[in-house]
């Protein structure tokens, strides 16, 4: 079943070549039980091959590797059921470099007895939930 197309408003930003950060608007097709990175393949395999995310690793909310700000809420992208007609806007993970647009540097996780932390060049962060702060608890 088809119907009205989904919007997708994505941050683009180059840190090697862009001097600021940048938006652009993409409109793809909707059908049943599409995905939200299923979208965003859409847009990287029909309308802007340029597009940089991290693509699919596990595919069933079990890795995070798919993880963005959707509506400025941290979400797996993986699991996040898109609706006709919606309005989405897709940014890189919050308190991580990018790398490009919206692949961001996860680093590695350590655990210690005082928590999980990601360590990435140069710094330390609390793992996402924490850094992010409570509103970017990450729904599926
Ligand atoms: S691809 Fe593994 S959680 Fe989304």
């Not at 409109?27 to 979208?39: A, H, K, T, Y």
């Not at 798919?66 to 809420?73: E, I």
């Not at 470099?97 to 655990?111: E, K, Y």
């Amino acid at each position: 079943m088809s119907g009205e197309p989904v919007y997708l408003k994505v941050f683009r930003y180059d840190p090697g070549a862009d001097n600021a950060p940048r938006y652009e608007d993409y409109e793809v097709p909707w059908r049943q039980g599409l995905l939200l990175l299923q979208g965003l393949r859409y847009v990287r395999d029909n309308l802007d091959e340029t597009l940089a995310f991290r693509d699919y690793c596990c595919g069933c909310s079990w890795c995070m590797s798919c993880v963005m700000t959707v509506n400025g809420k941290g979400r797996r992208t993986c699991s996040k059921l898109i609706m006709p007609g919606e309005h989405i806007l897709v940014e890189p993970m919050r308190g991580f470099p990018i790398i490009r647009d919206l692949a961001v540097d996860f680093g590695v996780s350590i655990t210690t007895s005082v928590g999980t932390f990601r360590k990435m060049a140069g710094t330390v962060l609390r793992r996402w939930n924490d850094a992010a702060g409570p509103d970017q608890g990450l729904g599926s």
